[in-house]
């Protein structure tokens, strides 16, 4: 049922897109895997917003469950998959963003100071300072 990821994301760029995405969905570890199906299918820099988990009901209102530590803690793996601008859809709240933006930069300074070790000759690993964050 509907388009897969990595077919949207080859016949966005195929359109002309600039930049491709998703948002929503389950959660960030779903939002991983469609970013990673993306990836495979184009080399346009990727947009993705997930969502909080998926919404149930408590004490008659609507919640979700991923919290900001929870989903910041996966950023890595967002940024790895292919992601380069990050968001929040349903659930996600400012707490959600803060908690990305503390960790994208804590990966930064991790970034610089491999870099730092790379240009004293030792052992680095990159890392793409280039995120973006946001919300809409
Ligand atoms: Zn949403």
């Given at each position: ?40 299918a ?72 491999r ?22």
């Open positions: 049922m509907g388009v897969q990821p990595q077919q949207a994301a080859s016949e966005l760029e195929k359109a002309g897109a600039d930049i491709v995405g998703a948002n929503c969905g389950t959660g960030i570890d779903d939002m991983i895997e469609v970013t990673r199906a993306m990836r495979r184009t080399s346009l820099p990727i947009w993705c917003k997930p969502n909080a988990g998926l919404r149930s009901w408590s004490m008659g209102k609507i919640v979700y469950r991923e919290t900001p530590e929870e989903m910041a803690a996966k950023l890595h793996l967002l940024l790895e998959a292919g992601a380069a601008i990050v968001g929040g859809c349903c659930g996600t709240t400012p707490a959600h963003i803060e908690a990305f933006v503390r960790e994208r930069n804590r990966l930064w300074r991790r970034s610089l100071g870099l730092r070790e790379k240009r004293e000759g030792r052992k680095a690993e990159a890392f793409r300072p280039s995120l973006l964050m946001d919300r809409l």
